[in-house]
């Protein structure tokens, strides 16, 4: 079955880096739209970045320019690159895939229909 497991996440310090890996198995990675969300206590659930099978990227716009997601086909490894955090990126973050394709890589969380456990990321000094 589909599985889907978060690591990278920790404590970093305002404006350090943290890169979140996800490995898939259970399914053809390559062909999987893939993104990356998070959800702060008492808040709900977000896009952060997604990504879709042809490689088409789409981003908060609370993270563009500072979050890179890129996937790595031969390794069934989605990455994301985290770099000048802030507090208020403070959250726990999550992988999650759809089988079906978007031409424009959609940020909302109820269209992904796998997901992650979630690693958890702080910022704060």
């Known amino acids: 079955q589909v599985q889907l497991v978060e690591s990278g996440g920790g404590l970093v310090q305002p404006g350090g880096s943290l890169r979140l890996s996800c490995a898939a198995s259970g399914f053809t990675f390559s062909t999987y739209d893939m993104g990356w969300f998070r959800q702060a206590p008492g808040k709900e659930r977000d896009g952060v970045a997604v990504?879709?099978?042809?490689?088409?990227?789409n981003y908060a716009g609370s993270v563009q320019g500072r979050f890179t997601i890129s996937k790595d086909n031969a390794k069934n490894t989605l990455y994301l690159q985290m770099n000048s955090l802030k507090p208020e990126d403070t959250a726990m973050y999550y992988c999650a895939g759809k089988s079906w394709f978007s031409n424009s890589p959609l940020l909302l969380p109820h269209v992904y229909n796998s997901w992650g456990q979630g690693t958890q990321v702080t910022v704060s000094s």
């Open positions: 990504i879709n099978s042809r490689g088409t990227t």
